[in-house]
């Protein structure tokens, strides 16, 4: 293959690999941003890396998001879910469950999933503890994460919208890297 033909093969797959990539910049904005129920029945607090018994900022940021909203709506309830990795001496369930409790939201209210290790898992996990009458929930996560965890609670036939937390600056970068990677094989694998 000649050096031309190579540099305008290369053009084409970069010109490809971006408009992907704005498309699904697209969704994740859009699902980040999506105008919020009120009184939502229940939110499902997606789990993310915990240091010892301390979350991590990804975390810190979807556990202060979700403590907001329960706040301001006293009859929702939050479904933790997360559970133990390496390093972790707790399960992200766990941390957030104590976390909530630290913000005054009632134990009650806190129920705790603390086996999924996957946004597949986390979503399959705590379907079964929403209750039967419930109608509208959120998923929490962070604004990244929103898209595709919302997408797979409505392929597993929950009506959610999606509660974005912010992403840590540090990890802007590299979180959206893996997610754009995560979306290319959630869809690859719903074809299949």
């Known amino acids: 293959m000649s050096q031309k033909k190579l540099r305008r093969y290369l053009a084409v797959v970069i010109s490809l690999v971006t408009v992907y990539i704005l498309i699904l910049q697209t969704f994740m904005y859009r699902y980040s941003h999506m105008e919020l129920p009120s009184h939502a029945d229940y939110l499902i607090v997606l789990g993310a890396r915990v240091k010892g018994e301390a979350?991590?900022?990804?975390?810190?940021?979807?556990?202060?998001?979700?403590a907001q909203y329960l706040e301001d709506n006293p009859q929702t309830?939050?479904?933790?879910?997360?559970?133990k990795g390496n390093g972790e001496n707790m399960s992200e369930a766990e941390v957030m469950k104590l976390e909530l409790i630290e913000y005054g939201i009632p134990e009650h209210r806190i129920l705790m999933e603390d086996k999924s290790t996957?946004?597949?898992?986390?979503?399959a996990f705590s379907k079964t503890f929403i209750p039967a009458k419930a109608k509208k929930?959120?998923?929490?996560?962070?604004?990244?994460?929103?898209?595709r965890a919302v997408s797979v609670a409505r392929k597993a036939g929950l009506s959610v919208?999606?509660?974005?937390?912010?992403?840590?600056?540090?990890?802007?970068?590299?979180s959206y890297i893996r997610e754009y990677?995560?979306?290319t094989v959630y869809f690859i694998k719903g074809r299949m």
Do not use: F, W
Not at 118 to 123: D, F
Not at 137 to 147: A, E, F, Q, S
């Open 55 to 66: 979350p991590s900022l990804s975390l810190r940021y979807r556990i202060d998001r979700a």
């Open 77 to 83: 309830i939050a479904i933790v879910s997360g559970g």
């Open 118 to 123: 996957s946004t597949e898992e986390n979503i």
């Open 137 to 147: 929930g959120l998923i929490v996560t962070n604004d990244y994460h929103v898209y």
């Open 161 to 174: 919208q999606g509660l974005a937390a912010d992403t840590p600056k540090r990890a802007l970068i590299q």
């Open 181 to 183: 990677v995560a979306l």
